[in-house]
């Protein structure tokens, strides 16, 4: 099993930034796909970004692209997620994922793993 938990949500207004954290504890020896997807009241989920941790790069999702940067700590097991341009329609819960079968589980499915979400809140 691995266990994510996110934190380092807030509110922020149009063009801010905030840094989102996640911690990756537990059997994570299978689980080489870490990302990030977000889920807003009443619309689907929405794949942030993705990363084969053994060798790759960060695919993001379209709505993000040139504006969010993932980064990864081996050593401390942390993932994350830097978020600048904000902007109101990135307001959303934002869940940190893991998963073994590959990158789009994490972008366009439901991940075997997943924290229980950090609020982004962005006002215009």
């Known amino acids: 099993q691995v266990q994510l938990v996110e934190s380092g949500g807030g509110s922020v207004q149009t063009g801010g930034s905030l840094r989102l954290s996640c911690t990756v504890s537990g059997d994570t020896s299978k689980y080489h796909y870490l990302g990030w997807f977000r889920q807003a009241p009443g619309k689907e989920r929405e794949g942030v970004v993705a990363l084969f941790t053994v060798d790759g790069d960060p695919i993001y999702g379209d709505s993000v692209k040139g504006r969010f940067t993932l980064s990864r700590d081996k050593d401390k097991n942390m993932l994350y997620l830097q978020m600048n341009s904000l902007r109101p329609e990135d307001t959303a819960m934002y869940y940190c994922?893991?998963?073994?079968?590959?990158?789009?589980?994490?972008?366009?499915?439901?991940?075997?793993?997943y924290g229980q979400g950090t609020q982004v809140t962005v006002s215009s």
């Open positions: 994922a893991a998963d073994s079968r590959g990158t789009w589980y994490i972008l366009n499915h439901e991940p075997l793993y």
